[in-house]
């Protein structure tokens, strides 16, 4: 299985700081990677696919990067309903497998 | 609009068939896929399996020998069966759409499932 490796697993930051989050996988996934947010006792949202592509209606300060197996969100200028949980998700081989998540609070 | 929605029993008891129902609408179940995704309480996401849109079913090989995934298109359900439950079992269960590129762009709202007798 591929293991996805993310950090921070907690970020504090101030309004309209900029902020990233890594996801390191295994093995090389080929761009097939999705970044999601998840506020508490809701579902996960979708913000980015195929590792830098914006879902449509995500704000444009959140982008991803990275190829092989390194990747990561940025949020430029961190907002207050940004708030909550982060995870990646690996689309490259089946078991699809999961970030163990980055809780990500106001300073 | 696209939504999924988990349906089923909130309490199952130890060794007992667990039944969940996704009931779609909004999209096609013969032109997306559908998964099913479980998150035990604080923990992190678990994928289980996926129904593809021309009905073929995959399966995450830790769960493989007690999971079933069906479908009805004509009723825009997808259903998963897993059997021998067990306390670690226990977790919110998730239904979610994939446009056959194996990314989630949906998810449903998921349904709670504790096992305990």
């Known amino acids: 299985d591929i293991q996805m490796t993310q950090s921070p697993a907690s970020l504090s930051a101030s309004l309209g700081e900029t902020i990233s989050i890594e996801c390191r996988a295994s093995?090389?996934?080929?761009?097939?990677l999705a970044w999601y947010q998840q506020k508490s006792g809701k579902s996960p949202q979708l913000l980015i696919y195929?590792?830098?592509r914006l879902q449509d209606g995500v704000p444009s300060r959140f982008s991803g990067s990275g190829s092989g197996t390194q990747y990561s969100l940025k949020i430029s200028g961190m907002q207050p309903e940004d708030e909550g949980d982060y995870f990646c998700?690996?689309?490259?081989?089946?078991?699809?497998?999961f970030g163990s998540g980055t809780k990500l609070e106001i300073k | 609009q696209v939504q999924l929605k988990e349906s089923g029993p909130g309490l199952v008891q130890p060794s007992q068939t667990l039944s969940l129902t996704c009931t779609v609408s909004?999209?096609?179940?013969?032109?997306?896929?559908v998964h099913w995704v479980r998150q035990p309480p604080g923990k992190g996401l678990e994928w289980m399996g996926r129904?593809?849109?021309?009905?073929?079913?995959s399966y995450n090989s830790a769960l493989k020998s007690r999971l079933s995934i069906s479908r009805d298109t004509s009723k825009n359900q997808v259903f998963l069966k897993m059997n021998s439950l067990q306390t670690d079992d226990t977790g919110t269960y998730y239904c979610?759409?994939?446009?056959?590129?194996?990314?989630?762009?949906?998810w449903g709202q998921g349904v709670m499932v504790t096992v305990s007798s």
């Open positions: 979610t759409r994939d446009p056959d590129l194996d990314y989630f762009d949906y």
């Open positions: 909004g999209f096609s179940l013969t032109s997306y896929n």
């Open positions: 129904m593809r849109y021309n009905g073929d079913t």
């Open positions: 093995e090389d996934i080929y761009s097939n």
């Open positions: 195929a590792a830098n």
């Open positions: 998700l690996q689309g490259s081989k089946f078991p699809l497998t």
